[in-house]
């Protein structure tokens, strides 16, 4: 057994983030303001070549912004990837409105889009146009956009990109997170980059930004007093976290090569009869964010309890929202994709400061499961 538990996706600090930390204190902007949280939202905009971004607590808190800004109100429905984490869908609930799910198609493990389609025309005709369809980027695969984006712009409704888990990775050469009307990413301890918590919404729309910071610090008017016409949140990022953000942004190029490379190893140790990958779709650049495998005649979770013994961390794959007593009752428009991935898949340790030595450790305990 290994003395030090082997984490699935630990946060991995570089050289910098201390002495952006120490910048907020010496300035004493430690508060929800300062050059730091300019400074990150400048740095993501400008590796995204999005225009605009405003730093947020979460990407929980960007999402539910997103969502605001849509225009999504009570009693609206709102299309959503099935097969994900359930922050992606809780703040349809926070608006009072209801999650339609879409299952996954079998290539990115993305919502399907002729699934998409079927749930569109489906709730039209049941007398509801979906306001928004939220869709995930999981374990940092781009989902099918070109595919998507036809049938957002066909029937009218607004594309937000939940790109959480997939900063970096690229659709067509272009950044997964700036393809729709608004993105979220999630900087979150297990995410490819991490401010220890923290999110960012970006869009090309600049109104809609401006917007989003208004909300996110509590609405304030443009008064020497505090006025308020309007319910807003306390969403804003620390300064003193986008320090960390800014050295991060520093280090996610290295982080990106070395999660394709775990990826890689575990392709080359493991790919066969027993355990397949998921493939890069032409056109498509991945984090790889996370190395997930689909287990063939043999239970993921036999060899997660292997693993166990060992102190590795691995983990089934996102449990498909509705499958979750939380949306037992929510609609869902499904093929079993996801079902399917849930009960055949596991997620290997990815930490980006693995070592060979502990890849070449986990392979093996798998290799001997078989
Ligand atoms: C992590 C994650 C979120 C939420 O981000 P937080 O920063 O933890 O609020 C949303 N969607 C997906 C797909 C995620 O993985």
């Known amino acids: 057994m290994l003395e030090?538990?082997?984490f699935l996706?630990?946060?991995?600090?570089?050289?910098?983030e201390l002495t952006y930390i120490q910048d907020a204190f010496s300035s004493n902007w430690i508060t929800t303001v300062g050059e730091n949280i300019n400074r990150f939202e400048l740095e993501v905009c400008k590796?995204?070549?999005?225009?605009?971004?405003?730093?947020?607590?979460?990407?929980?808190?960007?999402?539910?912004?997103?969502?605001?800004?849509?225009?999504?109100?009570?009693?609206?429905?709102?299309?959503?990837?099935s097969f994900t984490f359930v922050a992606s869908a809780n703040p349809i609930v926070y608006l009072g409105a209801t999650p339609i799910?879409?299952?996954?198609?079998?290539?990115?493990?993305?919502?399907?889009?002729?699934?998409l389609e079927i749930a569109i025309?489906?709730?039209?005709?049941?007398?509801?146009?979906?306001?928004?369809?939220?869709?995930?980027?999981?374990?940092?695969?781009?989902?099918?956009?070109?595919?998507?984006?036809a049938l957002s712009k066909l029937y009218e409704i607004p594309l937000i990109e939940d790109a959480a888990e997939s900063l970096g990775s690229t659709y067509e050469g272009k950044?997964?997170?700036?393809?729709?009307?608004?993105?979220?990413?999630?900087?979150?301890g297990n995410k490819i980059i991490t401010t220890s918590s923290g999110g960012m919404l970006i869009s090309n729309n600049e109104s809609l930004i401006k917007r989003a910071t208004f909300l996110a610090t509590q609405a304030r008017e443009d008064t020497v007093h505090y006025?308020?016409?309007?319910?807003?949140?306390?969403?804003?990022?620390?300064?003193?976290?986008?320090?960390i953000g800014i050295g991060q942004m520093e280090v996610l190029r290295n982080r990106i090569?070395?999660?394709?490379?775990?990826?890689?190893f575990y392709k080359n140790k493991l790919h066969g009869s027993t355990f397949s990958f998921l493939e890069e779709q032409n056109n498509t650049f991945s984090n790889c964010w996370l190395t997930t495998i689909l287990c063939n005649g043999i239970q993921p979770e036999l060899i997660r309890l292997r693993l166990e013994e060992y102190n590795i961390e691995s983990r089934p794959l996102w449990k498909p929202l509705h499958l979750q007593p939380l949306y037992k009752d929510a609609p869902i428009y499904q093929n079993g994709t996801s079902e399917n991935l849930f009960l055949n898949g596991l997620c290997l340790p990815s930490g980006t400061s693995i070592t060979e030595e502990e890849l070449t450790n986990v392979c093996s305990i798998i290799l001997a499961c078989k």
């Open 101 to 115: 799910f879409v299952d996954s198609e079998k290539d990115t493990w993305n919502m399907c889009p002729e699934l």
């Open 4 to 6: 030090k538990r082997l």
């Open 47 to 81: 590796y995204t070549s999005s225009p605009f971004g405003v730093a947020l607590s979460s990407g929980t808190a960007a999402i539910h912004l997103s969502l605001l800004l849509a225009g999504v109100q009570n009693g609206d429905e709102v299309i959503c990837s």
């Open 9 to 16: 996706s630990p946060p991995h600090i570089g050289a910098k």
């Open 257 to 264: 090569s070395k999660k394709r490379e775990i990826f890689q």
């Open 121 to 149: 025309k489906d709730r039209i005709k049941k007398g509801k146009k979906p306001k928004a369809i939220l869709l995930v980027h999981l374990y940092g695969r781009p989902a099918k956009l070109r595919e998507i984006i």
């Open 175 to 188: 950044i997964t997170g700036t393809f729709g009307l608004m993105g979220i990413y999630s900087f979150n």
């Open 227 to 243: 006025q308020h016409k309007e319910v807003g949140f306390n969403y804003r990022m620390s300064n003193i976290l986008a320090g």
